[in-house]
């Protein structure tokens, strides 16, 4: 993958993470918790050491979350028989990294929606426009409405289940 590539995908990567954090967060679980679950989630397939130099989390705090996540049947925890770290996969869907029912997800997105709507209304009466900043406003009721639906899309498509690869994990193949 080209340096430009790379960088395109790790923001992506980075706003999905995002994402899932926020959700997962709402539902009561920790922010550390959930930004380890979401790269769980995003990667399938990760290390205690990946996860600690992307997060820069203590040992203890990843060793903690991915333990639960084994517990809460979402990750399976395999030994690469080269390398003899543990691997962890994806075992469960993102409702379970949620930790509970993302039945809501689309009332979330909808309520958001509704927001930039009452905003949007109260920008198009009478001498708003000339106001400092509407247009900065503007532009991001837009884009909002533009991405909103997008990532309802993704996260209800992503609810079902994600069954972990038949092959044997090599953690090269993960840096």
């Known amino acids: 993958m080209t340096e430009k590539k790379e960088l395109i995908f790790r923001d992506i990567e980075s706003k ?3 994402i899932i954090t926020k959700l997962s967060y709402q539902k009561g679980r920790s922010s550390k918790f959930s930004i380890i679950a979401a790269y769980a989630y995003v990667r399938e397939n990760i290390t205690q050491k990946k996860l600690q130099k992307i997060t820069h989390f203590s040992r203890g705090t990843i ?5 639960k996540l084994v517990n809460d049947n979402v990750l399976q ?12 996969q994806l075992k469960g ?11 809501n997800i689309g009332s979330y997105f909808s309520s958001i929606s509704d927001k930039l709507n009452e ?8 001498d708003m426009k000339d106001k400092k900043g509407y247009k900065n406003i503007q ?5 909002m409405k533009i991405i909103l639906p997008a990532y309802d899309h993704i996260i209800r498509k992503y609810q079902t289940s994600i069954s972990p690869p038949e092959k044997k994990v090599n953690t090269n193949e993960l840096k």
Request: hydrophobic share 30%; with cysteine.
């Open 63 to 67: 060793s903690t979350s991915l333990n």
């Open 119 to 126: 905003v949007e209304t109260k920008l198009n009466q009478k």
């Open 93 to 103: 869907t993102l409702q379970s990294i949620l930790g509970g029912s993302t039945a």
């Open 16 to 18: 999905l993470i995002e």
């Open 139 to 143: 532009d991001f009721i837009q884009k």
């Open 77 to 88: 925890k395999q030994c690469d028989s080269e390398s003899h770290q543990f691997v962890y």
